[in-house]
Every structure is written in structure tokens, then in C-alpha cells.
């Protein structure tokens, strides 16, 4: 088993400003800022070799900081090994101050002004304009010379982040180089996985420059690239020994007669995710639609929202799905309600959520009285309907995290870079490419596989994390003509995958 400490801290992300103090501390632990800069150079130089035929023809772009500084370090080892490097400097040479003009001293090769029109005839671009201290909006010139460069077809470098993207929201500013690769140091930052930032970054490597792990501590982190490293050791595992009620039951609550859909879509997910037993909660009039389709799950009649509380006072029942075809209104709230009041963990999907978009508090503080988790599942749109004032919040983490204080709830909110945030601060972001993904039903699947490990009693901010990566997986696996059907078939594989890496760290 490997050391589940460490492998969480390799997937920490680090905000820019974070960085700027891992910087700082470990210079303060007498590692030099010259020595940083040195070996970020030497990275970039690395990859640049492998990107580009030796001896061959290499520009860099430095900006007017240390960004630019690593670039001229580049440039200069470049140089050395034989590489026809032109370097061109955004400003003048004599304005350049600290490790950044250590490095241009050591640069022997000519300087050209950086503009629009540069010639950009090499194998190689390097972006060495600006990292972590992107400050403002890329615009003018510069901005015109990023445009030619994305139009010129030639690979680009990036040093630490694509030029244009901020490190910590993954926005554009301005505008941004598309790198082919990019070269970041020590951690990844979360404009590295957040869109549209991912797009821009094209592979990603992590240097180690030689800022000791020992200064993660004391900048108290709380974001990590989601990634089964990060839920590995709490992956609920049966033992051999193990029954059914060992392993959690999940009820999800039916949409009514018309609708059954979408809950039953949730229910496979939940049993394929592992949940011992599998319920649907269904008023009478959706019995004959569900009898006819479900086999495992098995059907548990309710009269409205107080039959579900009845159902739900029985504790064995650790884990409800509300939202899938539920329809929004009032009668989806008193049932909502009456799942709250229950102790299993409640997952709130889709019209679960939509309906408290005019009384968000009366959720609150129904969520409030409980100690058992909560989980929301929205998409964007949901997300507005309930935290209105945070939508427009530029910066994905940061909303995400606010929600989930707001709601004491683990909130998940949903897309290519899903993010998971915890009452607590912890967040986690998704770097899935699955495509399929965008297809009816693949949300109630979601919703299901969260219950099926919160039955099993993983810890609900793991649970979440896990969920999203497993069913981002199994569409990746599938791939092609992925219908939302075709996820908990997929499981099987995803979890065979998970136990075979377990056994083998
Ligand atoms: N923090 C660390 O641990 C290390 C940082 N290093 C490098 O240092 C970088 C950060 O350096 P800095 O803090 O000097 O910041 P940058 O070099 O990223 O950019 C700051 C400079 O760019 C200017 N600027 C910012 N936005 C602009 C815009 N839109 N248009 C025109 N000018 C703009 C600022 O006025 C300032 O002069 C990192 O990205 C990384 O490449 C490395 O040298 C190694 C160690
Ligand atoms: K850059």
C-alpha cells in the first residue's frame, strides 16, 4: 500500500500565491532564488530538447520578470548545447532586477525588442512572458503577438503556465498562447486543470526544483487535482467475510408513473458503485413501470412525503438519491425535507435542488440540523437557481467552496472540470476528458454512484471525489455512443482498474 499522505500531497495545488510563499519559505530554509531559477531553466531547456531537433532553432519570449528570468536560463543552456537560440525581450534589459537580471548577465546571445511582428521561423516557441505574476489583461501589442503565435503552427513551450491564463482561476486574460507542452515547478496550480486553462496547457510536466515538500505544511493547502490517489485508502473494499447490509442500502426516491427513468438510471449506478442493497421509494401510481424494469432493486411502496419519511426512519437505510425525474415544486421539498430529517446520507440532484430556488434558506437550515452528509450535484444553471449571488464569481474553486459553507453540504459543481467542495474548504478539481459525458442521464448516474459509496460509509467529501472520477472513467472507457445506460455497465472495469493498483502500490 503506498503511503497515502504522500500520494495526497503530490496531487496539492498550489494558487499562485501560494506559490510566491513556498518560494519564499524555502529560500528561507537557504535554498537561493537563483538556484530556483536556475533549475526551472534547466527544466524547461529539458523539454524544450525533446520537443526540438538538436541544433535546432529556438525563440524565446521573455517577459520583465522572473518568468522571462527562466526563459534566459533556458535560453543560455539551449545555446550551450548547440541550439540556434533568438531571444526577444518584452522591455529593456536594464529594467530587469533580482535572479531575473542574474540570468541575463549570464545570457551571451543578442536581445531583440519583443513585438507584434517579430519573425517567428523557428522549430520552437518558448513563452517565458509571464507566470505566476500575471497581473492584468494581456493587451496590445502583446496581445496581437500572442494571436500570431497560435496562428503560426509552431509548437510552444510554455514556462509554469501558458502566457494569458491565470494560475488560479484557469481564465483567459486577455488572450493566451496554446502550448504544446508546459512546464510547471514544485505543484500544479489549478488554472493547469480548471477550463479553459486545461486546453491552453496542452501536457503538463512538474519539475522539482528543489523546493523541499517540508514547506507544504505551514501553507495549510486544502486543493487537490482529483485523482485516485487522493480516496484510494477509504475506497470502501468488501472483505471476504462481508454480507449484503455490510455494504450500506441506498434508496433512491422515484419520479412519479411518467418519469421513473431517471431514478432507475440512479439505482443501477448505486448498486454497480458497491451499495449492499438497493431500494426505490415509489408512490403507487409508479409501481407498474418500475416493476417492469427492475430486477435487483428492489420496490418500496410510499404515500407521499410522510410514507418516505416512514420508510426512511428505518437507520439500515443509510444513503437517499432525491432529484432524478422528481419534477420541481412544493411536493418535491416536503419530500426533500423528509429525507433530511432521516440519518442516511442524502444526495439532492437535479429538481431536488431547483426546488428550493425560491426559499434557499428553508434548505439550509434543514441541512443544518442534521449530522449526516449532504451532497448537491449541480450543473451550472441549478447552480445559479441556489446561490444566485455567487454565479457570476469568476473563479470556480473559490464559488464552489463558498456554496458549500453556505449549504453545509458537499456541493458538486458539475461540467468538464467538475469541482467538489466540502463545508470545511477541502476541494478537489476534474481533469476528465470525456466527451461523451454530455448525454441525458449521465447526472442521475452520477447522483446514484454517490449514494452507493456514502451507503458503504466512505467519507463524503472522498465519496464525491471518487464518484466523479469513476463515472468520468467508465465514460472514457466506453467512449463513443456513450448512453447514460452504458456508465454503470462500464463500473465493473473502473473497479477491477482501482483494486489492481491497490494491490500493486
Ligand atoms: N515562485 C517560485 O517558486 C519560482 C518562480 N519562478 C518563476 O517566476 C515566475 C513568477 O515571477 P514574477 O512574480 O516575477 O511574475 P511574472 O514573471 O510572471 O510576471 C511579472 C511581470 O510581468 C508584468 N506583467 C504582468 N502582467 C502583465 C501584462 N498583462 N502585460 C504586461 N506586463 C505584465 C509585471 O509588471 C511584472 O513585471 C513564475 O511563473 C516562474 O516562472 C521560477 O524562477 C522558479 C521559482
Ligand atoms: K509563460
Known amino acids: 500500500m503506498c503511503d497515502h499522505f504522500s500520494a495526497r ?16 519559505a524555502a529560500m528561507e530554509a537557504g535554498i537561493s532564488g537563483s538556484l530556483l531559477m536556475e533549475n526551472a531553466g534547466t527544466a524547461v531547456a529539458m523539454r524544450a530538447q525533446e520537443i526540438c531537433p538538436h541544433g535546432g532553432h529556438v525563440l524565446v519570449l521573455a517577459g520583465p520578470g522572473n518568468n522571462g528570468g527562466d526563459g534566459l536560463v533556458a535560453a543560455r543552456l539551449l545555446a550551450e548545447r548547440g541550439y540556434r537560440v533568438r531571444l526577444a525581450l518584452l522591455g529593456s534589459r536594464e529594467k530587469l532586477s533580482g535572479d531575473a537580471a ?24 518558448v513563452d517565458a512572458l509571464f507566470g505566476a505574476g500575471l497581473g492584468r489583461p494581456i493587451e496590445g501589442e502583446v496581445a496581437a503577438l500572442v494571436e500570431a503565435v497560435n496562428a503560426c503552427q509552431r509548437p510552444v513551450l510554455a514556462v509554469d503556465l501558458p502566457s494569458g491564463i491565470d494560475g488560479r482561476t ?23 486543470i480548471l477550463l479553459p486553462g486545461r486546453l491552453h496547457c496542452g501536457e503538463i510536466h512538474v519539475a522539482d526544483i528543489g523546493i523541499p515538500d517540508a514547506v507544504l505544511p505551514d501553507l495549510s493547502l486544502k486543493l487537490w487535482r482529483n485523482h485516485p490517489g487522493l480516496w484510494h485508502d477509504v475506497l470502501p473494499v468488501p472483505d471476504v467475510e462481508g454480507h449484503k447490509y455490510a455494504r450500506g442500502h441506498t434508496v433512491v426516491v422515484s419520479g412519479p408513473a411518467h418519469a421513473t427513468g431517471a431514478a432507475r438510471l440512479a439505482a443501477r449506478a448505486a448498486l454497480r458503485a458497491g451499495a449492499g442493497l438497493v431500494s426505490m421509494a415509489a408512490e403507487e401510481d409508479a409501481i407498474p413501470a418500475l416493476a417492469a424494469h427492475l430486477t435487483a432493486v428492489m420496490i418500496k411502496k410510499v404515500d407521499g412525503a410522510q410514507g418516505l419519511a416512514g420508510l426512511l426512519s428505518d437507520a439500515r437505510l443509510n444513503a437517499v438519491v432525491i432529484g432524478p425525474g422528481a419534477g420541481v415544486g412544493q411536493a418535491t421539498c416536503e ?39 449532504v451532497f448537491m450535484t449541480p450543473h451550472e444553471g441549478e447552480f445559479s437557481r441556489l446561490f444566485p449571488d455567487l454565479a457570476e464569481h469568476a473563479d470556480k ?36 476528458d470525456a466527451p461523451w459525458l454530455a448525454t441525458a442521464g449521465t447526472g442521475d448516474v452520477l447522483a446514484g454512484m454517490i449514494a452507493g459509496l456514502a451507503a458503504q460509509r466512505m467519507p463524503a467529501f472522498d465519496a464525491a471525489c471518487a464518484a466523479v472520477w469513476m463515472h468520468a472513467d467508465a465514460a472514457r472507457r466506453f467512449g463513443p455512443g456513450l448512453i447514460s445506460e452504458d456508465l454503470p455497465e462500464m463500473l465493473p472495469a473502473v473497479w477491477s482498474q482501482l483494486a489492481a493498483e491497490r494491490c500493486a502500490d
Open 9 to 24: 500531497e503530490a496531487l496539492l495545488l498550489l494558487t499562485p500565491e501560494q506559490m510566491g510563499r513556498a518560494d519564499r
Open 102 to 125: 542574474i540570468a541575463a548577465s549570464r545570457w551571451q546571445g543578442g536581445l531583440e525588442k519583443l513585438s507584434a511582428g517579430i519573425d517567428l521561423s523557428a522549430d520552437l516557441i
Open 170 to 192: 484557469g481564465c483567459v486574460r486577455g488572450a493566451a498562447f496554446k502550448a504544446a507542452k508546459t512546464v510547471t515547478f514544485f505543484r500544479e496550480k489549478p488554472g493547469h
Open 335 to 373: 419530500r426533500v425535507a423528509a429525507c433530511l430529517q432521516s440519518e442516511a446520507a442524502v444526495v439532492l440532484d437535479a429538481d431536488a435542488v431547483t426546488s428550493f430556488k425560491d426559499q434557499p434558506a428553508r434548505l439550509f437550515d434543514a441541512i443544518e440540523a442534521r449530522s449526516a452528509p
Open 397 to 432: 474553486v473559490e464559488k464552489t467552496r463558498k456554496a458549500a459553507e453556505r449549504a453545509g453540504a458537499v456541493v458538486l459543481l458539475k461540467g468538464a472540470d467538475t469541482v467538489v467542495a466540502a463545508p470545511d474548504g477541502r476541494a478537489a478539481i476534474s481533469a476528465r
